[in-house]
């Protein structure tokens, strides 16, 4: 999770409301531990039920990627205005917003009877969590002293651990007994209650500071344009002036973006933090890492359902043991970089997540999961365990220990930003892999207009059996077979570029990474940005942690 300059600094335990109880102290910490599951556990649900989204409302490849990065869209873009609002608004204030506005919307989604409002929803959810999410941990800076501040954050990052680890065996058993609408209500609900109730009062820290409304705005256009493009370009073309317009648009925006937060009185994104080289490094690492994760975990969900026929719970299942491998190793590896230096971790690590996923190009339309799918899942999860922690830790060793709030915060917005330029970005190559391979298999073979519509309808989902009701059985057959090879190499293709993405992560740590002169204990950022915070963003010295 993320934190602001100052709620997650040191400066923010100015704000810490005197007398607080040691129950209200446990109370707040139960409902911060809630609200950040709540994010967490419905990543992981909305990723596992993607496929019964598209059963469910349509919308093939394209609302698929829509649902999953509209809410990554505004989350990425907004989670670092999140973070100063609730300097200049309140900590508890800003939560409950958050965590009230993220019931609503996932109401709504709930609702939601078309694939466009659902999509739409989605990103107001995103808006949500990007309140939520930084207004979180900056909450128990402000309750907690400091001598209780890092059992505190070390008790909340476990249990987002946790969830974390947890998310894709609820998400799947949620999902094979109940309706993908109906998930996240009756936790939003305590949430609220124990805000309510127990949480104290905080008091604005940054009062002074102005929202950076501008800067928001332009990020989310220059992300949003240059998406729509990436996620509409296989259906509508490059030619076609809505795509090539967003995608300038969007870059010219997003350039726009950077530009005027390299000006702003109160910018939301600090630009001097990239003077420091292992920040700079350490945040392309971050990118190119995990966009290659977000991408894999997308698609392989994706195939393991739509294709090899997997249940909900079954490809929920499948996932569980990279959060269990990094549960358990993480913080060991993240000893070991303490010791030796990051540099040698995040050099070597992605290099061994990029083998297991290679490993993954092995499996056939017919998968079996303990000997095609489980392998390559744990070498994966085992590069993955080596590289987090030391790469969080070589972050923040890289800028002043002042500093450290906004650059998890950074950090955090990166590897979410990451997530939805891959999944978009490797989509687009996909879905013409796809096309491409379904046109060379079909190629001579005659198509009645009920099997040219099977086909059209195919592209459109991509990775998938086609709908072949109504198509000649001889017919049927040969588009069947054919859709199934297709998807399996539209899907090694874009694992492959996934994979190509984490190894150069690798390499780019290997070669710009310096071992820090600053200590920042890697054992103590164990689940990286995938889960909690480290306690050097929340203005705890390693040494005093």
């Avoid at 127990?198 to 500071?209: F, G, I, Q």
């Avoid at 317009?245 to 726009?256: D, E, K, N, P, R």
């Avoid at 190793?329 to 992605?350: I, T």
């Avoid at 997530?419 to 079909?442: E, K, M, N, P, R």
Wanted: glycine share 12%; with cysteine; proline share 5%.
């Amino acid at each position: 999770m993320s934190a602001s300059s100052q709620s997650a600094g040191a400066a923010a335990p100015a704000a810490t409301s005197p007398g607080v109880s040691g129950s209200a102290k446990r109370l707040t910490l139960v409902a911060t531990i809630l609200g950040s599951s709540i994010a967490i556990l419905d990543g992981s649900v909305v990723s596992v039920a993607l496929p019964s989204i598209q059963r469910s409302l349509g919308g093939g490849l394209a609302g698929q990627q829509w649902v999953s990065n509209a809410y990554l869209l505004t989350l990425g873009s907004l989670i670092l205005l999140g973070g100063s609002l609730g300097d200049i608004f309140g900590e508890r204030r800003i939560f409950a917003l958050g965590v009230g506005g993220f019931g609503a919307t996932s109401l709504l989604c709930a609702l939601a009877p078309t694939i466009g409002l659902l999509v739409a929803f989605r990103a107001l959810q995103g808006v949500a969590g990007a309140l939520l999410t930084p207004s979180s941990l900056a909450l128990i800076v402000s309750t907690f002293p400091e001598r209780e501040r890092g059992p505190a954050i070390g008790t909340w990052t476990a249990w987002g651990t946790i969830a974390g680890a947890l998310g894709p065996l609820v998400a799947g058993l949620i999902l094979n007994v109940a309706s993908w609408r109906w998930i996240n209500l009756l936790v939003v609900v305590a949430c609220l209650w124990l805000i309510m109730r127990a949480v104290p009062r905080t008091t604005p820290s940054a009062t002074h500071r102005r929202v950076d409304v501008i800067g928001a705005l332009l990020g989310v256009l220059g992300l949003g344009g240059t998406v729509f493009a990436l996620i509409e370009q296989p259906r509508l073309g490059w030619s076609n002036p809505a795509v090539a317009g967003s995608l300038i648009g969007g870059v010219t925006l997003f350039a726009a973006f950077l530009i005027y937060e390299s000006r702003a009185r109160d910018p939301m994104l600090k630009l001097d933090l990239f003077k420091s080289r292992n920040f700079a490094v350490g945040n392309v690492e971050t990118l190119a890492l995990y966009g290659g994760l977000s991408a894999l975990f997308f698609f392989l969900v994706l195939y393991l359902q739509q294709v090899a026929g997997y249940s909900p719970l079954k490809s929920g299942l499948a996932l569980l043991p990279e959060s269990v491998v990094m549960f358990a190793l993480s913080s060991r590896f993240g000893a070991l970089a303490d010791r030796l230096g990051p540099r040698l971790f995040m050099g070597a690590g992605p290099l061994i997540a990029g083998a297991g996923m290679l490993m993954l190009l092995t499996f056939g339309v017919h998968v079996d999961y303990l000997t095609e799918v489980l392998p390559g899942i744990l070498v994966f999860s085992l590069g993955l365990s080596i590289t987090v922690a030391p790469l969080t830790a070589a972050i923040l060793a890289g800028i002043d220990q002042a500093e450290a709030g906004i650059g998890s915060a950074v950090n955090n917005a990166v590897a979410r930003v990451a997530g939805l330029i891959a999944t978009v970005a490797i989509g687009a190559i996909v879905a013409a892999q796809f096309s491409s391979s379904l046109d060379h298999h079909l190629a001579g073979q005659p198509l009645t207009p009920r099997g040219q519509a099977a086909v059209a309808e195919a592209k459109q989902l991509t990775l998938g059996r086609p709908s072949v009701a109504g198509v000649p059985p001889r017919e049927a057959v040969a588009i069947t077979v054919a859709s199934l090879d297709s998807s399996l190499t539209a899907f090694r293709v874009g694992v492959g570029v996934a994979s190509a993405l984490v190894v150069i992560g690798g390499l780019i740590g290997a070669v710009g990474i310096q071992n820090p002169r600053r200590v920042v204990r890697a054992q103590q950022c164990p689940g990286g940005q995938l889960a909690g915070a480290p306690l050097d963003a929340a203005g705890l010295h390693a040494s005093t942690a």
